[in-house]
């Protein structure tokens, strides 16, 4: 399931890095409208699919957390590659700890730890002794509400919300890099 995922997303990304195919004007714009909004979905909630479509399968615990993490840590070392380019190694690697890469990573354990209770739920009508709620899923609940409130929520009221997280990303960029970064 996990190279499905993987197969789309790659099939999405090449797609997306040649849009030319589709002309311009309106059919440039439909395809680049479809085919972003179809990878940003592929990065961002294949990893839930993939978690229930295994457990579903019977596949053990890492094995899952592994298939369902193939997407999103294929996306944010693509984009650590893509940014070499113009940073150092070191700052490249920092860049998956700003907000957009660090969340698709991080936020992923609320959305695993959500669809390990649906299978539950789900197998819990044909087995009344399968418990839905467990320490493993709670604290992976309770570990994304944090991240989401200090990633999405946590800023300043006069400004956008997460802004707070963004200003200590650059804080740490330019106390490990200097203000230039390269320094």
């Known amino acids: 399931m996990a190279g499905i995922a993987l ?5 999405l990304n090449f ?8 002309g311009t004007g309106a059919g440039y714009q439909t395809a680049a409208f479809f085919l972003y909004l179809l990878l940003g979905l592929t990065i961002f909630f294949s990893g839930p699919a993939v978690y229930g479509v295994m457990w579903l399968r019977g596949a053990p ?3 899952r957390v592994l298939g369902a993490y193939a997407v999103p840590l294929a996306w944010v070392l693509k984009e650590i590659w893509r940014v070499s380019e113009f940073f150092t190694i070191s700052e490249a690697l920092y860049y998956a700890l700003s907000p957009i890469p ?19 739920f789900r197998k819990k009508r044909r087995d009344k002794f399968t418990r ?4 493993g899923p709670i604290v992976g609940l309770g570990i994304f509400a944090l991240l989401v409130y200090f990633t999405i929520l946590w800023g300043v009221p006069a400004e956008s919300p ?8 650059q804080e740490g960029y330019k106390a490990l890099f200097g203000i230039a970064g390269h320094g």
């Open 132 to 135: 839905i709620l467990s320490p």
């Open 15 to 22: 797609l997306t890095n040649h849009l030319e195919w589709f």
């Open 61 to 63: 615990f890492a094995e």
């Open 162 to 169: 997460g802004t707070k997280w963004f200003y200590l990303y």
């Open 7 to 11: 197969g789309a997303w790659f099939a």
């Open 102 to 120: 660090f969340g698709v990573l991080t936020h992923q354990i609320g959305y695993l730890c959500l669809v390990e209770m649906l299978c539950r």
